[in-house]
């Protein structure tokens, strides 16, 4: 482990002249509320920012339409970004990790997603899997599964979703039954980030057969080993976009699962998977944040080049009001990300923030990069040019870690529970 953390430090004080693993304080905001309303970073977040900004552009873009052809997952970035110090920022710092808020951790997310959300998504999807153990796991818990993420570029993945059930997750069908010390899990998984990569899974499994039972009860989170015998992981799914992020079916079949794997107990596994969405929607955000001001960059820079009719398309009216509209939009998303991170760095529930920065940003950077497109005109349907990558990747922003329609839904009860209250 001392190596590492030595090889990390020296890379990052190439970087940015600050060695993340030694000098690590928690996020300003949350120490120092006399701030007020303040849209200064501090020094630290500024490097983290130039950090994740510096990687994304040197190596990430140079790579990133390479691995969308191929579809092959972007390993070497991985331990690059492992290395920088970029990857597992929630991991307290008792495991080994930095600690960081999701505040900070948007900020480093945002640049990754500028060079490519499939590498993004990838190294994200980390963060989901974590989430429930940094939240609901104890002390031997977190320093056996999230101290060797930090010792070694390790995946994990967040095991909820099925073929069946997607947005509606008490409709789960996956069961654990109780024998003994163990658990005995048997079901299918669907759409699993990070299913062929993972070293171990967050699981949520039904363990009360009772279909009366509420879902707040019904349900337990487990802590399951890749390896274990029964765990059958299927094939890499071909996506729209997003391509070298890794997305799996996964089977268990008479999986034994020991009962120090279970987080908190016997059903709180609804609880804490739900839970977990309200620090990981934040980052979600900030990855269709990065590709929108992507998008916006790009055809920007088209339109100072390109000429129809004369003159460069960017002094055709329609053209800059539409790249107005872009900016005006891209500034908003950033903002609402960042009011919703700061809300649960701060301590307070921040479920309606989350959602509104999650269903926003998702559409906006659907948006911003069907309005690239536009701009590029016939170039832009054509894989010589980056933003029929864009466009694609956008998609699933608005799908994944809760539907579009989800979020809404969710904005609702808050909004209208407030007005009950």
């Not at 020991?258 to 977990?276: D, H, Q, S, T």
Request: charged share 25%; glycine share 10%; aromatic share 10%.
């Amino acid at each position: 482990m001392a190596a590492v953390l030595r090889r990390s430090c020296g890379v990052l004080k190439s970087l940015s002249r600050f060695d993340w693993r030694l000098q690590h304080t928690k996020p300003a905001l949350k120490h120092e509320p006399r701030l007020g309303f303040n849209f200064e970073f501090t020094e630290q977040q500024k490097e983290f920012q130039a950090t994740a900004r510096k990687f994304a552009r040197e190596e990430i873009i140079p790579v990133a339409a390479e691995y969308d052809k191929t579809g092959e997952y972007p390993v070497p970035l991985i331990k690059r970004a492992w290395e920088l110090g970029l990857m597992n920022t929630h991991i307290p710092e008792s495991c080994g990790g930095l600690g960081l808020g999701t505040f900070d951790a948007c900020l480093i997310t945002e640049e990754l997603a500028y060079g490519c959300t499939g590498v993004q998504t990838a190294i994200e999807a980390n963060s989901l899997g974590q989430m429930p153990v940094i939240i609901a796991g104890n002390d031997q818990q977190q320093k056996k599964y999230l101290g060797r993420l930090t010792e070694e570029p390790l995946m994990c993945a967040y095991c909820v979703t099925e073929p069946g059930a997607g947005s509606d997750v008490a409709g789960i069908k996956t069961k654990a039954e109780k024998k003994g010390d163990e658990y005995i899990i048997n079901g299918q998984k669907m759409w699993i980030t990070n299913g062929g990569k993972a070293n171990w899974y967050f699981l949520l499994a039904r363990s009360d057969p009772d279909p009366k039972t509420p879902a707040g009860k019904a349900f337990t989170g487990f802590i399951v080993e890749a390896d274990t015998p029964g765990v059958q992981i299927g094939r890499k799914e071909l996506n729209m976009g997003q391509r070298c992020s890794d997305t799996r079916g996964i089977v268990f079949e008479d999986v034994k699962v020991p009962k120090e794997n279970v987080l908190i107990g016997e059903g709180a596994g609804f609880k804490i998977a739900m839970g977990a969405f309200d620090r990981t929607r934040p980052p979600v955000a900030a990855g269709a944040v990065g590709l929108g001001q992507r998008a916006l960059d790009e055809a920007t820079k088209y339109a100072l080049e390109r000429k129809t009719f004369g003159k460069l398309l960017v002094e055709h009216q329609g053209i800059s009001f539409l790249l107005a509209e872009m900016a005006m939009k891209v500034e908003l998303a950033r903002m609402s990300y960042q009011r919703a991170a700061w809300e649960v760095d701060t301590g307070r529930r921040n479920t309606y923030f989350a959602s509104i920065a999650k269903a926003y940003a998702a559409d906006i950077a659907n948006q911003l990069a069907t309005d690239a497109v536009q701009v590029f005109g016939g170039n832009g349907f054509n894989t010589e040019y980056p933003v029929e990558k864009l466009m694609r990747d956008a998609k699933i922003y608005q799908i994944y870690e809760g539907t579009a329609q989800i979020q809404r839904l969710i904005i609702a009860r808050e909004h209208i529970g407030r007005y009950k209250k």
